[in-house]
Structures are given as C-alpha cells and as structure tokens.
C-alpha cells in the first residue's frame, strides 16, 4: 500500500514539474511575442527584453540567454542603457559560457564587455577582455577575431603600450585585409596614424588622414570625417601650429550634430575647443563651448564624474577665471581620472595643468616637482622607447617603404629626441645629469658583470670537457692495461684447459672491453687521424644498425690540431648517439670538408625532426649543451635546422 502511494506522489511530482516547465516555456515564448512587438525605442522594450534574459537562464537556455544579452548591449531602449546593468548580464552570461554551444557567443561576450570597460575608459579590464575573446572565438570567427585585436591596440594606444599596440593593429589590418573588409582596413589604418602622432612622425599621420578624410567623404561618412579632421587638430596642436588646429576643430564642429547622435564625440569635441580658446585667453569663446558641452552630459552622466578630457577642461576654465583654488581642485581630480585611464595625452594635459595652478597660488616647490614628473614621464613615453619602436616600425615596413623615407623618418626621430633632451636639460639640468650618470655607472657595472660570469662559464665548461677527456684516457688505459691484460692471462689459461665455453664468453668480454676503451679515447684518432677515425666510426653504426649510412669525408691530416680533432670528433659522435637516441631516423649523412679558411662537419638525418623554436631555451632536454660547449671551445659556430617530420640538419663550422 505504502508502495503504491509512493508512487502516486513521484508520479504527481513529475507532473507538477512537467506542467511548470511547460508553464515556464509559454511564458517565455509570450514574452518572445511581446518583446518582437515592441517598439525598439520604447521603455518596455528593455524591460521584456531583461526579463527573457532572466527566464532563458532559468530554463537552462544558455545560448538563447547570450543571444539576449548581446542584443541588450547595443539595444536602443532608455531601460537598458545602465553601463553596470550591461557589464552585469555580460558578466552572467559569461559564467556559463562552458555550456555556450557556438564560439561565435563565447567570444562575442568577452568582446563586447571589454567594449564596455573600453568605452568607460578601463583600459587595463578590457585589454584582458580582449585577449579573452581572441581566445575562444575561432578560424571560423575571423572577421570577429580582427576585431578583437583591433580593439584590443586602441586600448593599449591609449595606455602608452605603443609598440604592442602596433603589433594588434597589424595583426588586425592583415585579416581585413585578407577578408576584403575596407572599411574595416580603414578604421586600422587610422589607428596606425594616431601611433605615428605619438611617435612625433607628424607627417606620415598626416598623410594617412589626408587619404581617410577623403575616403570617407565620397563615402558621405561625416562621423568618420569628423574623427579623423579632430585627431588632425590634437596634431597640430602638439606641433605648435595653433591656426591649423583652431580651423580643424572649427571644422570637426561644424560638422555636429551627427546622424545618429554621439553625445560623447560631440561633447569631446566642443571640450576640446573651450580648451583650445583657454590656452589662447579667449574666455568668451572658452566659456561658450564649455557650455554646449555641458549641455550634453545629461546625456553620457559618467563624463563628468570620470573623464579627464571634461574635468580639464572644467579646471581649465576655472583656472581662466582666476579661481586658482579651485582649478586646482579639479586638476588634481582631473589627474586621478588620467591616472585611472592610463591615457597618456590626458596624463600630459592634467600634469601641465596642475603644474601651473601650483605657481599661480605661489606654490613654486610642488611646481617644480610637478613639472618633473611630466617631464618624466614624457621622456620615460617618447625619448626611452623611441629606439626600440621605430626599429619595429622599420621593420614593419621595410618592404613598403624606400630607403629615403625610411632615412627620413629616422632624422626626424633624432630630431625629436635632441630637442626632448634640451628641454629636459633646462627644466633640470643637474637632475638629469646625476640620473643618468647613476643609471650608465649601473647598466655598465651590470655589464661588466654579465660579461665576466660568461667568461668564467666559458673557461669552466672548457676545462671541464678538457678534464673529462683526460678522465676518459685515464679510465682508457687503466681498461686496456689492467683489466684488458688480466682477462687475456684468464683467457690463455682456459684455452689451456680447453674450455671452448669459457672462453667464448672471454672473448665476448674482451671485445666489449675494447669497445668500451675505444668509445672513451678512440685509438684510431691518434694512429690515423680525424677522417679515417670517421670512416671508422660510421663504418661500426653502418654495421650495427639498420641504418642506411652515407658519407662524404675529405682527408683533413695536418689540417687541425690533435685537440682540435678530438673535438670535433667528440661531436660527431654525439650528435650521432642523437640521432641514434631520438630521430627514428632510417637513413644519416655525414660530410665533413675543409672550405677555404675552415673545416666544415655537417650531420643530416631523415628522422622525425622537431620544432626548435618551441625548444630554443631547452638544449638540455635536445642533447645539445655540449655540442654548444664543444663547438665554443674550438671558436667555431653551430647551426641548426629542423622541421617536424622531415628531419635535422646539424652543421659546425671550425676556422683554420
């Protein structure tokens, strides 16, 4: 009876669960229903749209759930505009992502919250973000793969990580470019302009924005025209050529408002013009654009509670209006913002800044150890990686470019970097001097260090093989002399008693012994030299394997010192025991040749081969230390070549 009741309640109980998923099922292909009936723009758009995100995961409908959430981030509804709202369903979605089936969603979350962190200046988050989309998304994802690196080197621009920028960047202008996606190359190639700017190449920036500029307005992409005509003007600006950038951003203003509206770029851009008519003495004009800009934070709040570009320039017009204090406040602000968002134009502007609020209030001390920091940092942005980046740069582009541009772009940067270091000089000349000099004494004594415990390496390692090879004549000779006489004298008095067994196993001992006592000091080096021993050598592997041996030995005698021939006879026996050890190889060569001025040993196999760039660090683990060892001792080179399934190549080179 009890049985039967028990079942009658699992039974009720599977029921009631059926019905509710059931229940829960209509509910949420209602709200599908309602939400697709919507209007976009209304309110109640992003309500139902939240609440199907919410009921998707409560059915376990993971990847319905990313698609909403994905839709949530660009999705025009006032109820769903909230950045942490966005962040947070990203977020959510994110940590069921195992369970995502497509790579496409998996990737699209990481990318679009590292957009949002991106669009709120969080540089470092979605630099991570980025890295993570890159990660999940595959071949298959290409074009959002592009994207991601591309996004990922505008957030490290921004951060001053010049050269891995240009690495993203590159990275996403060869996919484009492979997809056919110009507009995209576009985009790219803007960014690419920007990093010439920071590099101070004013003039290669200048004339991809020409070309931009121009492209987009035959396109009627007045946005993108804007963009590219204001990051002209922040150009001009660092140049000092004041009236250029007065008519671009004259010109990037006229051309507001956009269709859609951006109420960041706007604003931006009027901001940038109350700065601009700030630093001339224009209070009016500074005043005016600072209130259309005003205008619009109603739009994008976050701007005046955490972008640098508005708290300087609301600093700026106090500094204006000779409400020192004041500006001084907000500059400081303004540098915590800048500080946050790691961008280096906006650290520069809020250290200028502050910098001269501290002299106005007759605070020259904090001044001056303000106006070091900048020039600091500038030299530690520009002048410290100048070298290292335009090298790259140099090498990026050496197949598109002709040796007078190239030539020219370097006198440019030397340019650059004689007049970065007398303007540091007059800021503080004693102060630079004392840095450096610690700095040379340091990376000096550091090098002579270096360079001594290499040479104690070197020594250490050559009287090492020189001892080991005076152990193995030892240990040689003791073999032959000792205990090779003792097991001849055991020999000759078993063949007495006629013992044919016995003396079987005697003779298999001493040919072992002789093996052994030749493997350590090979009598056949002294008596005939390096390439008979040779001969020798690949005769027994040629006897003792199944390998196919072949060889090309030409006769070296008087060529080399004794030492010398022991060397590099040790070589090739060791890198024969490499192939023999690891290659599974079904056939060798050896040449070994002199060539002119030197002494050539080349051993090839057809083995399996490996990728030595993934082992470059790990000759121990190749058996190659002491090839390495060797070959240094004699001041020769060794090269190696070897590819996965098609063998190795080890070539060594002693100059005579």
Same mark, same amino acid.
């Given at each position: 009876?009890?049985?039967?009741?028990?079942?009658?309640?699992?039974?009720?109980?599977?029921?009631?669960?059926?019905?509710?998923?059931?229940?829960?099922?209509?509910?949420?292909?209602?709200?599908?229903?309602?939400?697709?009936?919507?209007?976009?723009g209304d309110?109640?758009?992003?309500?139902?749209?939240?609440?199907?995100?919410?009921?998707?995961?409560?059915?376990g409908?993971?990847?319905?759930?990313?698609?909403?959430v994905?839709?949530?981030?660009?999705?025009?509804?006032?109820s769903?505009?909230?950045?942490?709202?966005?962040?947070?369903?990203?977020?959510?979605?994110i940590?069921?992502?195992n369970?995502?089936?497509?790579?496409?969603?998996?990737?699209?979350?990481?990318?679009?919250?590292?957009?949002?962190?991106f669009?709120?200046?969080?540089?470092?988050?979605?630099?991570?973000?980025?890295?993570?989309a890159?990660?999940?998304f595959?071949?298959?994802?290409?074009?959002?793969?592009?994207?991601?690196?591309f996004?990922?080197?505008?957030?490290?621009?921004?951060?001053?990580?010049?050269?891995?920028?240009?690495q993203?960047?590159?990275?996403?202008?060869?996919i484009?470019?492979?997809?056919?996606?110009?507009?995209?190359?576009?985009?790219?190639?803007?960014?690419?302009?920007?990093?010439?700017?920071?590099?101070?190449?004013f003039?290669e920036?200048?004339?991809?924005?020409?070309?931009?500029?121009?492209?987009?307005?035959?396109?009627e992409?007045? &946005?993108?025209? $804007?963009? !590219?005509?204001? =990051?002209?003007?922040? +150009?001009?600006?660092?140049?000092? #050529?004041?009236? @250029?950038?007065?008519?671009?951003?004259?010109?990037a203003?006229s051309?507001?408002?956009?269709?859609?509206?951006?109420?960041y770029?706007?604003?931006?851009?009027?901001?940038s013009?109350?700065?601009?008519?700030g630093?001339?003495?224009?209070?009016?004009?500074?005043?005016?654009?600072?209130s259309?800009?005003?205008?619009?934070?109603?739009q994008v709040?976050?701007?005046?509670?955490t972008?640098?570009?508005?708290?300087?320039?609301?600093?700026?017009?106090?500094?204006?209006?000779?409400? &020192?204090?004041? $500006?001084? !406040?907000?500059? =400081?602000v303004?540098? +915590?913002?800048?500080?946050?968002? #790691?961008?280096? @134009?906006?650290?520069?502007?809020?250290?200028?800044?502050?910098?001269?609020?501290y002299?106005?209030?007759?605070?020259?001390?904090?001044?001056?150890?303000i106006?070091q920091?900048?020039?600091?940092?500038?030299?530690?942005?520009?002048?410290?990686?100048?070298?290292?980046?335009?090298?790259?740069?140099?090498?990026?582009?050496?197949?598109?470019?002709?040796e007078k541009?190239?030539?020219?772009?370097?006198?440019?940067?030397?340019?650059?970097?004689?007049?970065?270091?007398?303007?540091?000089?007059?800021?503080s000349?004693?102060?630079?001097?004392?840095?450096?000099?610690?700095?040379?004494?340091?990376?000096w004594?550091?090098?002579?260090?270096?360079?001594?415990?290499?040479?104690?390496?070197?020594?250490?390692?050559?009287?090492?093989?020189?001892n080991?090879?005076?152990?193995?004549?030892?240990?040689?000779?003791?073999?032959h002399?000792?205990?090779?006489?003792?097991?001849?004298?055991?020999?000759?008095?078993v063949?007495?008693?006629?013992?044919n067994?016995t003396?079987?196993?005697?003779?298999?001992?001493?040919?072992?012994?002789?093996s052994i006592?030749?493997?350590?000091?090979?009598?056949?080096?002294?008596?005939?030299?390096l390439?008979?021993?040779a001969?020798?050598?690949?005769?027994?592997?040629?006897?003792?394997?199944?390998?196919?041996?072949?060889?090309?030995?030409?006769?070296?005698?008087?060529?080399?010192?004794?030492?010398?021939?022991?060397?590099?006879?040790?070589?090739?026996?060791?890198?024969?025991n490499?192939?023999?050890?690891?290659?599974q190889?079904s056939?060798?060569?050896?040449?070994?040749?002199?060539?002119?001025n030197?002494?050539?040993?080349?051993?090839?196999?057809?083995?399996?081969?490996?990728?030595?760039?993934?082992?470059f660090n790990?000759?121990?683990?190749?058996?190659?230390?002491?090839?390495?060892?060797?070959?240094?001792a004699?001041?020769?080179?060794?090269?190696?070549?070897?590819?996965?399934?098609?063998?190795?190549?080890?070539?060594?080179?002693?100059?005579?």
């Open positions: 009876m009890s049985c039967v009741l028990a079942c009658i309640l699992v039974s009720t109980r599977s029921i009631a669960q059926a019905t509710q998923d059931s229940i829960q099922q209509t509910d949420l292909s209602h709200l599908a229903t309602l939400f697709e009936a919507t209007e976009p309110s109640i758009a992003g309500v139902y749209l939240k609440k199907l995100i919410i009921q998707s995961e409560k059915l409908k993971f990847d319905l759930m990313a698609d909403y994905l839709k949530m981030v660009h999705h025009p509804s006032p769903v505009q909230d950045p942490e709202l966005k962040r947070g369903m990203l977020k959510k979605a940590t069921h992502e369970e995502l089936s497509k790579s496409e969603d998996k990737g699209n979350l990481h990318l679009k919250l590292a957009g949002e962190y669009g709120y200046e969080q540089f470092d988050s979605a630099i991570v973000e980025y890295g993570h890159i990660d999940r595959t071949e298959e994802d290409s074009i959002f793969i592009a994207d991601s690196y996004f990922r080197g505008q957030a490290r621009d921004y951060k001053g990580e010049l050269l891995r920028s240009m993203d960047y590159q990275q996403a202008r060869d484009y470019s492979k997809l056919g996606d110009k507009e995209y190359v576009n985009y790219v190639d803007g960014g690419m302009a920007i990093l010439f700017s920071k590099f101070s190449i003039n920036a200048e004339k991809i924005r020409t070309a931009l500029i121009s492209t987009y307005q035959e396109e992409s007045i &946005f993108n025209v $804007a963009i !590219q005509i204001y =990051n002209q003007a922040e +150009d001009y600006g660092k140049q000092g #050529k004041l009236k @250029d950038q007065e008519t671009y951003l004259l010109r203003d051309l507001i408002p956009f269709d859609p509206r951006d109420f770029t706007e604003s931006i851009i009027k901001l013009l109350s700065n601009f008519y630093e001339q003495g224009n209070l009016v004009k500074q005043k005016e654009f600072f259309q800009a005003q205008d619009m934070v109603s709040p976050e701007l005046a509670t972008n640098p570009v508005y708290l300087n320039a609301k600093a700026l017009l106090e500094y204006s209006q000779g409400n &020192f204090l004041t $500006a001084n !406040q907000l500059a =400081n303004s540098l +915590d913002a800048a500080r946050e968002s #790691k961008n280096m @134009d906006h650290l520069i502007k809020a250290y200028k800044l502050l910098g001269d609020t002299n106005e209030l007759g605070q020259s001390e904090k001044a001056f150890e106006r920091k900048l020039t600091h940092y500038t030299d530690s942005i520009f002048a410290s990686n100048q070298a290292t980046t335009f090298s790259y740069f140099q090498t990026l582009y050496e197949t598109e470019r002709k541009e190239i030539l020219t772009k370097t006198q440019e940067i030397e340019s650059i970097s004689r007049k970065n270091q007398a303007r540091l000089r007059l800021i000349i004693m102060v630079f001097i004392l840095i450096i000099a610690g700095v040379v004494i340091f990376l004594k550091n090098l002579q260090h270096e360079k001594k415990k290499k040479e104690m390496q070197s020594r250490f390692s050559q009287e090492l093989l020189k080991q090879e005076a152990e193995r004549v030892r240990i040689s000779k003791d073999l002399d000792g205990l090779g006489q003792s097991l001849l004298l055991i020999k000759n008095k063949a007495l008693s006629k013992d067994t003396g079987e196993l005697l003779d298999t001992a001493i040919s072992e012994l002789r006592a030749r493997s350590l000091h090979p009598m056949q080096l002294e008596k005939l030299g390439s008979k021993a001969e020798h050598l690949l005769d027994q592997i040629d006897n003792e394997t199944d390998i196919f041996v072949s060889s090309e030995i030409e006769e070296l005698k008087g060529v080399l010192h004794k030492d010398e021939e022991l060397q590099l006879y040790r070589i090739l026996q060791e890198s024969i490499n192939v023999l050890k690891h290659s190889a056939a060798l060569r050896v040449l070994l040749n002199k060539i002119e030197r002494v050539e040993l080349k051993i090839e196999d057809n083995g399996k081969g490996f990728d030595f760039s993934e082992k790990d000759f121990q683990s190749l058996g190659l230390k002491t090839l390495k060892e060797r070959i240094a004699l001041n020769g080179s060794m090269k190696i070549n070897s590819e996965k399934g098609v063998g190795t190549s080890l070539s060594f080179i002693v100059y005579v």
